[in-house]
């Protein structure tokens, strides 16, 4: 069994570089994506609070929820559309202040006022997304973009 994570304080970066050593370490030996997504997710959401943390994953021509902590969350969700679909298509990471602002939202929470969506890759093709809503406007910056993309090269790749 996983010892508890260690929670850190001090700045963003600092909470960020706390973490990741931890994030390695569940993640290190164990195969199974959906044991890897639920660590992720859970690591995060216990660090940050942040409202709604967890995956996305491309089945087809829509992104599936997989492993998330938070609020009841929406399904299925098609290229393109929202914030993840959007991240989906271009493949790269958007970070949304406002995402009453953002043309197309698709409000799974009502409490969602900002979000970053952080594509994952495997050989140039999108297989999946990590997406972070907050419950504030503007949470998110280039800090959480850099960190985020750095953790969620650390999951490996499993096909599904």
Not at 21 to 35: N, S
Not at 84 to 92: F, I, K, L
Not at 127 to 139: A, E, H, I, K, N
Request: glycine share 8%.
């Amino acid at each position: 069994m996983a010892e508890d994570l260690q929670i850190a304080s001090g700045t963003r970066a600092e909470q960020y570089e706390a973490l990741i050593p931890q994030i390695k370490g569940l993640l290190e030996g164990e195969p199974d994506l959906v044991a890897n997504l639920a660590n992720v997710a859970a690591a995060l959401k216990e660090q940050f609070g942040w409202l709604w943390t967890g995956f996305y994953l491309v089945k087809g021509e829509e992104l599936v929820l997989g492993p998330f902590q938070g609020p009841v969350a929406c399904t299925r969700i098609r290229k393109g559309r929202g914030v993840c679909g959007s991240s989906w298509a271009q493949a790269r990471t958007l970070v949304v202040p406002d995402v009453e602002k953002f043309p197309g939202h698709i409000a799974c929470s009502s409490l969602s006022r900002s979000e970053i969506v952080v594509p994952m890759l495997h050989d140039g093709a999108v297989w999946g997304v990590l997406d972070v809503d907050s419950t504030d406007l503007s949470t998110f910056d280039e800090t959480d973009q850099r960190y985020l993309e750095a953790i969620v090269k650390l999951i490996p790749f499993a096909s599904f």
